[in-house]
């Protein structure tokens, strides 16, 4: 298998609030809801970096779509990494998503190998870590 990844999913409880959290909170580029006209079909993509998107779609939908039951969220199951080019910046972005309305439980800090990051939950409880890592820069 080739390195395709091109869309990271979340299930969200609430579609309307989780594209104001991810566009009007965070600021991601996004044209909004679509495929409303489809059972099931609403989702919405942000755009992250080239070749690669951020999709919300609710719960009850990707359930529908795979088959699978509708379970309880893990928060511990999965991360999502948002690196960034200054320890500043690690600020800045925990700051622009806690007056979206995240759940900041790890206050940026300086971790152990020799970075600095904190974590959050949007509103549907996932978890986003906010890093500065010196020997992993983003090509900005």
């Given at each position: 298998m080739k390195p395709r990844i091109s869309v990271l999913t979340l299930g969200v409880d609430d579609l309307e609030r989780a594209v104001a959290f991810y566009r009007d909170g965070l600021g991601l580029a996004t044209d909004?809801?679509?495929?409303?006209?489809?059972?099931?079909?609403?989702?919405?993509?942000?755009?992250?970096?080239?070749?690669?998107?951020?999709?919300?779609?609710?719960?009850?939908?990707?359930?529908?779509?795979?088959?699978?039951?509708?379970?309880?969220?893990?928060?511990?199951?999965?991360?999502?990494?948002?690196?960034?080019?200054?320890?500043?910046?690690?600020?800045?972005?925990?700051?622009?998503?806690?007056?979206?309305?995240?759940?900041?439980?790890?206050?940026?800090?300086?971790?152990?190998?020799g970075g600095y990051a904190g974590y959050f939950q949007d509103p549907d409880g996932h978890v986003w870590e906010i890093v500065w890592n010196p020997a992993f820069l983003p090509a900005d």
């Open positions: 909004g809801i679509i495929g409303k006209e489809f059972e099931h079909g609403a989702v919405a993509f942000f755009d992250l970096q080239s070749q690669l998107k951020l999709a919300v779609w609710e719960q009850d939908d990707i359930a529908h779509d795979t088959g699978l039951p509708k379970t309880a969220r893990c928060p511990t199951g999965f991360t999502i990494g948002h690196n960034v080019s200054s320890r500043g910046e690690v600020y800045e972005v925990m700051e622009r998503a806690r007056r979206a309305g995240a759940a900041i439980f790890k206050e940026a800090q300086d971790t152990f190998y």
